[in-house]
């Protein structure tokens, strides 16, 4: 087990422009569950491929157990990595796959036969031993792959969108695998993975990466319900948040949004705190969930009221997602409404916004804007 | 009626594939029928069946036409070229298609490019090369130009095997702790083992057969392969066509059996890609 510390880590391609990753600062908690979550090419399986070694480190460095690791070959820095495709040696047996890695670092062969064991016991692999890569299914396969990384009992594991081949009820399966193996064992984990329900679901917590550069760290609910921008908004939750531009401004000792023709009173934001804001455009950003039918008996929120035409109808069983054609709104707006909703296409309907979880932001920055009032 | 258009089909495909085996495998019967009979008997009826089998012929090839020395020579020299191309050139596509380096597909287009010369272009400056080292009329020397003739097809063929391996299994190897010769020993090999065999049965043949080098850069009958010892029997006036025959299977047996045991891995590298 061990700390993983990544300083200013900036990572450039020989013929590249830009930076795949740009100034990545983050401390990784011994024991601790990361994953690195963002959309492809956001340089968050670069980012893994330094901390394993795989890629060379361009300006910046990385310490493992405060020990400076910049130039020690992949090898040495006692690292398991769990790959997309899983990478499993097609001409070895799966017993051959686990024990190839102590084999090299000349771990005695009753040790080894032991570790094999221990290993393809915990993750039920005994009865595929003898098997090649080829006649196991995609779970068990990925569980001979996470077998050969837990089986060098490394300080630190890192995981390269280990579920993305999986079926979805696979991965669901797998997921929760993980997660239990990772209280088992107690090691430091990376994962790296665009899945937001895998990032929200398995991490302690969550770096958002965007462009290269860190948008946010945080616990998964904490990041869901503060997001730092709108990136963020946008891309944790689905669907994703409503973000749309209005105009704020003063209403009595309350602001308010402006849009179209509708003007909601925000009681719980601090006029104070937005005074740089107002009587200018705002970027307001609202989640599916946090619009309603009618009131809920369990919120005690203030919610204002808005009215709205139905342009789609997407009923999914446990719940109802509508498209809102909204005055003021060009952007598309989703509500996440009760399973019972019986909306249809074309229907005028008032609908209900919880002012409480409504989230401004900057319009020139796209930051979120520190806004409600102190308890 | 499926089960009768089944029958059909089958006798259809049946009838198709023992037409093409007579095609291909008719010539090799015929001198293999050619090789136990006399040129005599040859001349009077050269489509019979062998009415005695000289198995004799064999024993004479062997002994007293040179045929062990030639066949040793084959061996000796058709072994070591083809090992010594297998070696270099899968170490050679291993890190062109294994790693980034400058000028890496420039050099990939430098080696197969020396393809498109013909023999004959490169026949009399080899020869010059030989001389002034000292390598004209030396198996070593022989074995150095087929090395050197057979590696940029080699190279070609395995490179593009190995860069469809993923990546992500010599990063696996990495982490595992092996380095990078190692790598190439314990993965590349291994896993391009089809490609590699296909490299071998092509090789093995061509340098086996070949004729045109070994005619120019060897004098010696000591040093002399199985085809230069087959052109023994083509004298002046005469052509000892049983005896060719015979020479002809020498030289060929050691083909077939090759293919016998490598073809199955041949085809799979031939045809690696081409499905999932």
């Given at each position: 087990?061990a700390d993983?510390?990544l300083k200013?880590?900036?990572?450039?391609?020989?013929g590249?422009?830009?930076?795949?990753?740009?100034?990545?600062?983050?401390?990784?908690?011994?024991?601790?569950?990361?994953?690195?979550?963002?959309?492809?090419?956001?340089g968050?399986?670069?980012?893994?491929?330094?901390?394993?070694?795989?890629e060379?480190?361009?300006?910046g460095?990385?310490?493992?157990?405060?020990?400076?690791?910049?130039?020690?070959?992949a090898?040495?820095r006692?690292?398991a990595?769990?790959?997309?495709?899983?990478?499993?040696?097609?001409?070895?047996?799966?017993?051959?796959?686990?024990?190839?890695?102590?084999k090299?670092?000349?771990?005695?062969?009753?040790?080894i036969?032991?570790?094999?064991?221990?290993?393809?016991?915990?993750?039920?692999?005994?009865?595929f031993?003898?098997?090649k890569?080829?006649?196991?299914?995609?779970g068990?396969?990925?569980?001979?792959a996470?077998g050969?990384?837990?089986?060098?009992?490394?300080?630190?594991?890192?995981?390269?969108?280990?579920?993305?081949n999986?079926?979805?009820?696979l991965?669901?399966?797998?997921?929760?695998?993980l997660?239990?193996?990772?209280?088992r064992?107690?090691?430091?984990?990376?994962?790296?993975?665009?899945?937001?329900?895998?990032?929200m679901?398995?991490?302690e917590r969550?770096?958002?990466?965007?462009?290269?550069?860190l948008?946010?760290v945080?616990?998964?609910?904490?990041?869901?319900?503060?997001?730092a921008?709108?990136f963020?908004?946008?891309?944790?939750g689905?669907p994703?948040?409503?973000?749309?531009?209005?105009?704020?401004?003063?209403?009595g000792?309350?602001?308010?949004?402006?849009?179209?023709?509708?003007?909601?009173?925000?009681?719980?934001?601090?006029?104070?705190?937005?005074?740089?804001?107002?009587?200018r455009?705002i970027?307001?950003?609202?989640?599916?969930?946090?619009?309603?039918?009618?009131?809920?008996?369990?919120?005690?929120?203030?919610?204002?009221?808005i009215?709205?035409?139905?342009?789609?109808?997407?009923?999914?069983?446990?719940?109802?997602?509508?498209?809102?054609?909204?005055?003021?709104?060009?952007?598309?707006f989703?509500?996440?409404?009760?399973?019972?909703?019986?909306?249809?296409?074309?229907?005028?309907?008032?609908?209900?916004?919880?002012?409480?979880?409504?989230?401004?932001?900057?319009p020139?920055?796209?930051?979120?804007?520190?806004?409600y009032r102190?308890e | 009626?499926?089960l009768i258009?089944r029958?059909?089909?089958?006798t259809?495909?049946?009838?198709i594939?023992?037409?093409?085996?007579?095609?291909s495998?008719?010539?090799?019967?015929?001198?293999a029928?050619?090789?136990?009979?006399?040129?005599?008997?040859?001349?009077?009826?050269?489509?019979?069946?062998?009415m005695?089998?000289?198995w004799?012929?064999y024993?004479?090839?062997?002994?007293?036409?040179?045929?062990?020395?030639?066949?040793w020579?084959s061996v000796m020299?058709?072994?070591?070229?083809?090992?010594?191309?297998?070696?270099?050139?899968?170490?050679a596509?291993?890190?062109?298609?294994?790693?980034?380096?400058?000028?890496n597909r420039?050099?990939?287009?430098v080696?197969?490019?020396?393809?498109?010369f013909?023999p004959?272009?490169?026949?009399?400056?080899?020869?010059?090369?030989?001389?002034?080292y000292?390598?004209?009329?030396t198996?070593?020397?022989?074995?150095?130009?087929?090395?050197?003739?057979?590696?940029?097809?080699?190279?070609?063929i395995?490179?593009?095997?190995?860069?469809?391996?993923?990546?992500?299994?010599?990063?696996?190897?990495?982490?595992?702790g092996?380095?990078?010769?190692e790598?190439?020993?314990?993965?590349?090999l291994?896993?391009?083992?089809?490609?590699?065999?296909?490299?071998?049965?092509?090789?093995?043949?061509?340098?086996?057969?070949?004729?045109?080098?070994?005619?120019?850069?060897?004098?010696?009958?000591?040093k002399?392969?199985?085809?230069l010892?087959?052109?023994?029997?083509?004298?002046?006036?005469?052509e000892?066509?049983?005896?060719?025959a015979?020479?002809?299977?020498?030289?060929v047996?050691?083909?077939?059996?090759?293919?016998?045991?490598?073809?199955?891995?041949?085809?799979?590298g031939m045809t690696?890609?081409?499905?999932?």
């Amino acid at each position: 087990m061990a700390d993983v510390e990544l300083k200013n880590v900036c990572k450039r391609y020989p013929g590249s422009q830009g930076l795949a990753v740009d100034s990545l600062c983050l401390a990784i908690k011994d024991g601790e569950f990361m994953v690195l979550l963002g959309p492809s090419g956001c340089g968050k399986s670069t980012a893994l491929r330094m901390i394993a070694g795989l890629e060379s480190i361009t300006s910046g460095n990385l310490f493992i157990d405060g020990k400076k690791m910049d130039e020690i070959p992949a090898k040495n820095r006692d690292i398991a990595m769990v790959f997309q495709s899983y990478a499993l040696y097609p001409h070895m047996s799966v017993e051959g796959n686990l024990a190839f890695g102590l084999k090299r670092r000349g771990v005695p062969k009753p040790e080894i036969v032991r570790r094999v064991k221990d290993v393809a016991d915990m993750l039920g692999l005994s009865e595929f031993l003898t098997r090649k890569p080829y006649a196991l299914s995609g779970g068990q396969r990925q569980r001979v792959a996470l077998g050969r990384a837990i089986v060098r009992d490394p300080k630190v594991f890192l995981f390269d969108e280990p579920l993305s081949n999986l079926d979805a009820a696979l991965r669901v399966s797998t997921r929760n695998e993980l997660v239990k193996q990772h209280q088992r064992l107690g090691a430091t984990m990376i994962y790296v993975t665009h899945d937001q329900v895998e990032a929200m679901t398995m991490g302690e917590r969550i770096c958002i990466i965007n462009q290269g550069k860190l948008v946010q760290v945080g616990e998964p609910l904490e990041v869901y319900r503060n997001p730092a921008d709108t990136f963020v908004a946008k891309f944790l939750g689905n669907p994703p948040t409503n973000l749309f531009s209005a105009h704020l401004e003063t209403s009595g000792d309350d602001v308010a949004i402006k849009f179209g023709n509708h003007a909601v009173s925000l009681p719980s934001l601090d006029p104070l705190k937005l005074a740089p804001y107002i009587n200018r455009p705002i970027i307001v950003g609202i989640r599916p969930e946090d619009i309603f039918e009618r009131q809920p008996s369990h919120l005690k929120s203030p919610h204002a009221k808005i009215s709205a035409k139905v342009a789609a109808v997407e009923a999914l069983g446990a719940e109802t997602l509508l498209i809102l054609d909204i005055d003021g709104i060009e952007e598309v707006f989703r509500a996440r409404l009760d399973r019972n909703c019986i909306a249809r296409v074309g229907n005028k309907m008032p609908i209900l916004v919880n002012t409480d979880e409504i989230h401004l932001f900057d319009p020139g920055s796209n930051r979120a804007i520190d806004c409600y009032r102190d308890e | 009626m499926n089960l009768i258009l089944r029958r059909w089909k089958q006798t259809l495909l049946l009838i198709i594939l023992s037409a093409y085996t007579a095609y291909s495998a008719g010539p090799f019967i015929w001198v293999a029928m050619m090789s136990l009979r006399t040129t005599p008997e040859i001349s009077d009826s050269p489509y019979a069946f062998p009415m005695e089998f000289h198995w004799e012929k064999y024993k004479i090839a062997w002994s007293q036409s040179n045929y062990d020395i030639y066949f040793w020579n084959s061996v000796m020299v058709t072994g070591i070229a083809v090992l010594s191309v297998t070696i270099i050139g899968s170490m050679a596509a291993h890190c062109l298609a294994r790693y980034r380096f400058p000028g890496n597909r420039i050099l990939l287009f430098v080696i197969f490019s020396t393809l498109i010369f013909p023999p004959q272009i490169v026949m009399i400056s080899l020869f010059q090369v030989l001389v002034e080292y000292g390598l004209f009329d030396t198996r070593s020397g022989l074995i150095l130009v087929y090395i050197a003739l057979s590696l940029p097809l080699t190279v070609f063929i395995l490179e593009g095997f190995f860069s469809r391996l993923p990546q992500d299994l010599f990063d696996a190897a990495k982490m595992d702790g092996y380095s990078d010769f190692e790598i190439y020993w314990r993965l590349t090999l291994p896993i391009g083992l089809p490609a590699i065999a296909t490299t071998v049965i092509l090789n093995f043949i061509h340098i086996w057969n070949e004729f045109l080098f070994a005619v120019v850069l060897i004098a010696d009958d000591s040093k002399r392969t199985l085809p230069l010892g087959i052109q023994k029997f083509y004298g002046d006036r005469l052509e000892d066509v049983g005896m060719i025959a015979t020479g002809v299977m020498i030289s060929v047996i050691p083909v077939i059996l090759l293919y016998v045991f490598f073809s199955e891995k041949m085809i799979r590298g031939m045809t690696a890609g081409a499905v999932k």
